[in-house]
């Protein structure tokens, strides 16, 4: 029979083992994909690109329907990030 220590698991292991039980989260090494959506700095780059190439000749800009055109064609996309 082998000896036994008295020692309480670490709180990491036992987090490991309760969520492995629950389903919660698996030991073994998958892909977790994450979607994530553009940042605050890329849509004011898009937004004023698109107040760029709506603005006129004399200084004035277009319509708002030119600006959401315009807006929906540069808008950046959502990424996914791919975590282990």
């Not at 315009?70 to 990030?81: E, G, I």
């Amino acid at each position: 029979m082998l000896p036994t220590s008295n020692q309480l698991p670490t709180l990491g292991y036992l987090h490991k083992v309760v969520c492995d039980c629950l389903g919660l989260w698996t030991s073994d090494n998958q892909d977790v994909t994450f979607n994530v959506t553009a940042t605050e700095k890329d849509r004011r780059a898009a937004l004023r690109k698109a107040f760029q190439s709506i603005k006129k000749d004399d200084g004035l800009y277009g319509a708002l329907d030119d600006l959401v055109a315009v807006t929906t064609q540069l808008a950046p996309k959502d990424a996914q990030k791919v975590k282990k």
